[in-house]
């Protein structure tokens, strides 16, 4: 869980000592950090699934299609990909 976190943090192709460290001091309102962690905070699946789209979408530069597509870099059908991403409210900018 640590790790996934520090994944979606990251801006660039590196993990730093500083997304592996979190105090629950912006977890989203209504969530509250897992007892005994201070590490983890817990995030709706779908949250987790829309940043990761969203990442996704950045690195390839909006494209969805293609080998070099954000769909082909998660390991979707483009028309999956863009299901999930109405279904998530997620638009291309």
Do not use: W
Request: aromatic share 2%.
């Amino acid at each position: 869980n640590t790790v996934e976190r520090a994944v979606l943090l990251c801006r660039d192709d590196r993990i730093k000592v500083s997304h592996l460290h979190h105090s629950g001091k912006d977890a989203s309102p209504g969530q509250k950090p897992v007892p005994g962690s201070a590490v983890f905070t817990p995030l709706k699946l779908n949250d987790v699934i829309r940043k990761h789209i969203e990442r996704t979408l950045e690195l390839t530069g909006g494209k969805i299609y293609g080998p070099d597509g954000a769909a082909a870099v998660l390991g979707l059908k483009p028309s999956t990909l863009q299901s999930r991403m109405k279904k998530l409210g997620i638009e291309r900018g």
